[in-house]
């Protein structure tokens, strides 16, 4: 386990990225969250899909509460190291792989809102079919 006073790149964090070794960095704190997937209530989608780059906005909008930023020191692990210009680049190219992994998601999951959709044509067809 990493030490709590680490100071981690953005790319030592870019590495971090799926589902069984999950690192976020939020307010330039940097948290493990590989053991907390299952049991985030938002499902552990919305996490991986803001791993391994920095998530503030992300978590910022979701309008989380004290007691979740109070769980959250229980995975903090390290600082964001700043002083790279290297970790502005990299930081880039992270919202394109977040672009990325959206598009995935949003493509994985199309299957269920089409389904619903479909039968729902098809039972209000019928029913205006009967009268």
Known sequence: MPSISALY???????HS???????????????LTSYLDEHPGGDDVIVAATGR???????DAGHSK??????EKFYIGLLDTSSLDSLKLETNQ???????????T?????????????????????LRKK
């Open 67 to 72: 007691d979740a930023r109070e769980l959250m």
């Open 107 to 127: 493509k994985q999951y199309w299957k269920a809102p089409v389904a619903v959709i479909g039968i729902s044509v098809v039972l209000g067809w019928a029913y």
């Open 9 to 15: 790149s953005i790319q030592e964090v870019s590495q």
């Open 95 to 105: 919202v394109d792989g977040y672009a990325t992994r959206v598009q995935t998601l």
């Open 18 to 32: 799926s589902n069984d070794d999950c690192w976020i960095i939020i307010d330039g704190k940097v948290y493990d």
């Open 54 to 60: 920095d998530a503030t906005d992300d978590f910022e």
